[in-house]
């Protein structure tokens, strides 16, 4: 009796969810029938032996409408993806209080409200995944309680207020991204306390202040983006030996000043940088562009045979354009003030470029 009670359970709970849900086709509404077992619906997936619902997966259906807190009713639920699709309204809270709950990706939703606090504060969470959304308020309220959580999406909503330092407690995040919000304050130096983190995208904000140097000694960061933020202040890394594999570092459209520290040749990885750097033989992009930088552009540039595109826009750079920089014969783009310069045959153009 048991067994059956816990079955009517999940059914009612999909039941309750299906009738706040339309679509252009009613996909639903055919395909979700009392007839038939809930076990067979599009998109349910049910343990073999309980035969509970532990994963429910409704993407890119067009689905409208709000989603049900009767789905903290499925208490075998691990995977919840309604991602791409038209829902709106607010996340329920007590999807937070599924213990199993390991997964939950609804992006490209047009979803508003908070993110709830109960999802930050998961013992088993590791996966949110909310980005493209209309979410506002502050990114966390309370403590960080995510010992497993690995991937956090939360960019292109309406986040403000700061990035909280608990952030710094989930340990083994992977993948953080606020990019396209209006996230203020600084970037809490506790993040370098992320000690399995690869990516982290925060640009597109209103942060200020410098780059904390613990960012730079987190030696699983391969990329780092700070694009379109108010970020001031000298670029400093960590006296000593820096042990990051950074590849990508994007600082541009910043207010960073002041010259770059000798010590960042030690980022040997490095493929992609918005700085000032010539003895990376790795390096192919390089974005100085829109910040306050100063000094002169180095002859010694001209080594680094995988240049690709040299961006030095808006700066208060001085002296002349070194000539060593002809023989990067791999160069494709060459930017200075609020031109293009593509580059064919670099030595032609160049002359062209200085009569202009």
């Known amino acids: 009796m048991s067994f059956a009670s816990s079955n009517e359970t999940d059914r009612k709970a999909l039941l309750d969810f299906r009738n706040l849900i ?28 309980r035969q509970r619902v532990v994963a429910l997966a409704l993407p890119n259906l067009q689905l ?26 607010d996340i329920p809270y007590v999807l937070g209080h599924l213990p199993p709950l390991r997964v939950i990706d609804i992006p490209n939703n047009q979803l508003q409200g908070s993110i709830p606090t109960s999802l930050l504060q998961h013992q088993r969470v590791q996966k949110i995944s909310l980005a493209f959304n ?41 993948n953080f991204s606020l990019s396209g919000n209006r996230i203020n304050g600084n970037i809490p130096k506790e993040i370098g306390n992320m000690s399995q983190l690869a990516s982290l995208v925060l640009h597109d ?20 983006s700070l694009v379109l ?22 600082i541009s459209k910043n207010q960073i000043s002041g010259c770059i520290p000798s010590n960042i040749c030690q980022l040997r990885e490095l493929k992609g940088l918005s700085g000032n750097i010539v003895c990376l033989s790795k ?6 562009d829109e910040n306050p930088i100063t000094g002169t552009i180095p002859t010694s540039m001209g080594n680094i045979s995988t240049l690709q595109n040299l961006f030095f826009g808006n700066n208060r750079l001085v002296g002349r354009i070194p000539p060593e920089l002809g ?8 930017y200075f003030a609020q031109k293009i310069i593509l580059l064919v045959k670099f030595q032609k153009l160049f002359s062209i470029f200085l009569s202009i």
């Open 22 to 49: 339309t679509s252009p086709s009613h996909f639903l509404a055919i395909n979700w029938t009392k007839n038939t077992s809930f076990c067979s619906w599009f998109g349910v997936t049910c343990s073999t032996r």
């Open 64 to 89: 409208q409408g709000t989603i049900s807190p009767s789905l903290a009713n499925l208490s075998f639920l691990s995977v919840l993806n309604l991602g791409n699709n038209s829902l709106h309204g």
């Open 134 to 174: 209309k979410l506002g308020g502050e990114v966390c309220k309370g403590p960080w309680k995510v010992p497993k959580l690995s991937v956090l999406n939360l960019r292109n909503n309406s986040l403000t207020s700061i990035i909280p330092p608990p952030v710094g407690n989930a340990t083994k995040l992977m």
């Open 205 to 224: 904000n209103q942060l200020r202040g410098s780059i904390p140097t613990s960012l730079f000694n987190i030696s699983s960061l391969v990329d780092m």
């Open 229 to 250: 933020n108010s970020l001031s202040g000298s670029l400093l890394l960590d006296e000593g030996n820096i042990v990051s594999n950074l590849k990508y570092l994007s």
């Open 283 to 288: 390096l192919e992009d390089f974005y100085i």
């Open 327 to 334: 023989k990067l014969s791999n160069l494709r783009q060459l």
